[in-house]
């Protein structure tokens, strides 16, 4: 300790929002560089360097083969899937000296099919499947917490390659079973996760969320086995409903209820119902987005849902990618003066305010949620401040340009596939395993000679797995309120040992203890400070190892106490004989 290069802080930093964020910096395991750029000190990169390890070997044992390629690439290669725009803001570009375009990589999709292009072109050559462990860059919108979500971060990324669907769907299912034991190595609970919607085949992607709170993802599980990340919940459409008793369609003033919450006191009082109270679930919400294409133009879409149900951001986010969501701004409204703000309907055919397609495609983008269908009733907007409309009923007096399911999901709702009430719970995305299919390969050209003799496109699947955001996903899980609290197989030191006291017999003991556990093969952190024995135990639990000895006062009596920093069991143990015991704990 009198040499590592290390200084740990008794401060949190002003940035840290989760307990994993906190620790690593004040523990002296990573410097921020900058917003989502990290530096790794010595304690760091001994826990980076084993997780990396750990998917290593993991990854070797299942025959995929390492390789590495730059992080800074040239731009035509994005160019021809188009991702050079789609990838949007966030995307590093840069140009060199001579104005030549170039990219730093955030993921490497056309890189992996172009090389085995290159060297490849026989069905004898295939299956293969390449990975690497390199660092990514993402201009992230919103970097936050730390190692786990950086704008630099390491990644495992993998490719397979395959002449048929049935070859993708072996190397997708020795992917899924290999990050299993990634996972389970790393000692993270996690859950797998459906990242499409049914629509695009059921294992067609999935992610593997680490539970916890902090987590950015939330996911949905139901009793009878579906899991999925919301992102791809998709709710089957309600059935259609007979309208035929629905009176015609009539506008009242109602003024000051531009808020669903209003809008239903005020009909209640104005309007009752005679049957029962008008509930939010009532009145047909009307929300306008402003999506920002890859190209830089602005496209506006109205969703309209039940007035008791919000729109998800992360949802719409992902449904309308490569596109970004912004807010419809004051300035928005005044450039669309169809939309009245707060009183936002369907247009009627032939008017032109309200939102709503014509046939020409002129006006604003209508989707609506799965449950606004053919016969459904509805109190909304009429497109007049201080208006609504009552009796509006779907299919009879408005349509919608398409159906758009960016609902939130509520606790208890049917899981889509039949299997009961959803359950929903937070994780932190750790790896997602996805069959891309031809896509990389058709746009650049990937061909091999089937048994026949004749071209076929490869099919391709993309893997990645998260190895500094797993870092701090295991901080995070295994943290308490005094710091850092590592499992065995990942601390960067197995045993620290602290000497405390001026007498040099406690020094020199300690000393000899690091010696023969090193020797050993017992990696030790010996402190050796000329520091208070108060200040040298809080940073012993500040920094994590999972077992500790001091060597104090009782040595005289022939005594160390050794402790377990995740229990907090501390125990007397005859001075003579830790060494064997230490060892036969560690390299049983
Ligand atoms: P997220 O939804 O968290 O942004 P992603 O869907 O963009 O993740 P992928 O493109 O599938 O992620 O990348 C593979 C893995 O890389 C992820 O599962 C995650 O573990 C890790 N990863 C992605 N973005 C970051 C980041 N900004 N910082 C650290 N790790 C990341
Ligand atoms: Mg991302």
């Given at each position: 300790m009198s040499e590592l290069f290390v200084r740990t802080l008794r401060e949190d930093p002003a940035d840290a929002e989760v307990p994993s964020h906190r620790w690593l910096v004040r523990a002296g395991y990573v410097r921020r560089v900058a917003p989502g750029i990290y530096s790794w000190l010595p304690l760091g990169l001994r826990v980076l360097q084993k997780v990396e390890q750990i998917v290593r070997e993991e990854m070797n044992a299942m025959g995929a083969q390492e390789v590495r390629f730059p992080a800074?690439?040239?731009r035509d290669p994005y160019e021809a899937t188009n991702r050079w725009t789609e990838?949007?803001?966030n995307l590093f570009r840069l140009a060199d000296r001579k104005g030549t375009d170039l990219l730093l990589g955030p993921t490497h999709e056309e890189m992996f099919t172009l090389m085995v292009k290159d060297l490849y072109s026989s069905y004898k050559d295939l299956p293969l499947s390449l990975y690497q462990i390199q660092t990514k860059y993402r201009d992230e919108a919103r970097p936050r917490a730390g190692l786990l979500r950086g704008r630099e971060f390491v990644m495992k990324d993998s490719y397979s390659f395959d002449i048929d669907d049935a070859g993708l769907q072996a190397s997708y299912d020795a992917h899924r079973a290999t990050y299993q034991r990634i996972f389970e190595r790393l000692g993270l609970e996690y859950v797998i996760v459906s990242a499409t919607s049914g629509a695009m085949g059921g294992s067609a992607s999935e992610e593997f969320l680490a539970l916890a709170?902090?987590?950015e993802d939330t996911f949905v599980r139901s009793p009878g086995g579906y899991a999925a990340n919301v992102e791809a919940v998709q709710r089957p459409l309600a059935p259609a409903q007979d309208a035929a008793g629905v009176p015609a369609a009539h506008v009242e003033d109602t003024?000051?209820?531009?808020t669903i919450e209003s809008l239903v006191a005020l009909s209640n009082e104005r309007f009752p119902r005679s049957d029962r109270a008008w509930e939010a679930s009532d009145t047909l919400k009307n929300v306008v987005f402003m999506l920002v294409n890859p190209d830089g133009s602005r496209t506006p879409l109205a969703i309209g849902l039940p007035g008791d149900r919000e729109v998800d951001m992360k949802r719409l986010e992902a449904a309308v990618a490569p596109a970004e969501v912004e807010p419809f701004g004051e300035a928005d409204f005044e450039r669309y003066p169809s939309l009245v703000k707060g009183y936002i309907g369907p247009r009627r055919p032939g008017s032109d305010v309200g939102v709503g397609l014509d046939a020409g495609g002129h006006g604003v983008r209508y989707l609506t949620d799965p449950l606004v269908v053919e016969g459904t009733r509805w109190i909304t907007g009429a497109n007049q401040a201080g208006h609504h409309v009552y009796d509006l009923v779907c299919g009879r007096d408005f349509a919608s340009d398409g159906v758009l399911d960016v609902a939130a999901i509520r606790e208890g709702d049917p899981a889509p596939d039949g299997s009961g009430p959803l359950g929903l719970a937070r994780g932190i995305e750790m790896g997602h395993i996805f069959q891309l299919g031809r896509k990389y390969a058709e746009a650049l050209g990937l061909k091999v000679l089937d048994p026949n003799g004749k071209l076929v496109t490869v099919t391709m699947g993309s893997y990645g797995v998260g190895v500094s955001r797993a870092v701090a996903a295991v901080a995070e899980a295994s943290c308490d309120d005094k710091g850092l609290c590592w499992p065995r197989n990942l601390a960067p030191f197995d045993v620290h040992i602290i000497a405390t006291g001026k007498e040099q017999a406690a020094a020199d003991f300690a000393a000899g203890l690091a010696a023969t556990l090193d020797a050993a093969g017992i990696a030790v952190l010996l402190d050796?400070?000329?520091?208070?024995p108060g200040v040298k135990f809080t940073d012993a639990e500040l920094l994590g190892m999972p077992t500790s000895v001091v060597v104090g006062r009782t040595l005289a009596q022939g005594f160390v106490e050794v402790r377990d920093r995740a229990s907090g069991d501390k125990s007397e143990v005859a001075a003579d004989a830790v060494a064997e015991q230490l060892i036969a704990l560690l390299r049983p």
């Open positions: 800074l690439l040239p990838y949007g803001p709170e902090i987590g003024p000051d209820s531009p050796d400070r000329k520091a208070s």
